[in-house]
């Protein structure tokens, strides 16, 4: 929540993004499955770039959070009722532990979260998979929830949705995801993956 102090100061958002260890998430989390994604895009996406602004480096953390001055204010996690979330959560809470972030985590059913978080913005950190097909145009909408509020990307957005030629289109929308990326509006984890269990057999 890009509003709310400390993650407000773009030092901390980077610092919480060296902090974790996003294979490790996928392989705790999610047994191994799952795509590794560094911004708001997936391989399947027109406008993806394979962007690793802030990779894994907890000692790089420490040295944001010390020049950003964060005095160790706990962090107020609230998670929606899905396993990934949850699971995601627990290994996010520990891996931010071993850089001086504590995390508190809450979990609630899916009407309290879009009340308190969707809604209220009442919340420093969630976790919630995006499987719309354009929320990278929420980046450009400041009344969001997660708080992002950036003139220069609401350009951008606008400029690109008015662009009739798709390569021209999808270069506009490139540079939304190097704004984005550069500033940690928000920590992008993997692609949850679509699994399916089948036996031969069974019809």
């Known amino acids: ?36 994604i560094g911004t708001f895009s997936t391989p399947l996406d027109g406008w993806f770039k394979d962007i690793d602004a802030y990779p894994y480096d ?64 009442d919340f420093h950190m969630s976790i919630v998979s995006h499987v719309e097909p354009f929320d990278l145009a929420q980046y450009g909408n400041p009344d969001y929830y997660w708080g992002n509020d950036s003139p220069e990307v609401t350009d951008l957005i606008a400029q690109a949705d008015a662009e009739p030629d798709e390569a021209a289109r999808n270069e506009l929308y490139g540079q939304v995801l190097d704004k984005i990326s550069e500033v940690a509006a928000d920590n992008w984890l993997f692609v949850l993956p679509a699994l399916a269990v089948q036996r031969v057999g069974v019809s």
Do not use: C, K
Not at 78 to 86: D, N, W
């Open 1 to 36: 929540n890009g509003r709310m102090a400390p993650l407000d100061n773009v030092l901390v958002r980077q610092a919480i993004t060296h902090a974790i260890d996003r294979q490790a998430v996928v392989d705790l989390a999610y047994s191994g499955y799952g795509t590794v």
């Open 58 to 121: 907890p000692q790089a953390a420490m040295d944001l959070l010390a020049e950003a001055g964060y005095d160790g204010t706990p962090l107020e996690m609230i998670l929606p009722p899905v396993s990934y979330a949850s699971r995601s959560g627990e290994i996010i809470a520990s891996l931010l532990a071993d850089v001086g972030v504590e995390v508190n985590i809450t979990n609630v059913e899916w009407g309290v979260w879009l009340e308190d978080v969707f809604t209220n913005h």
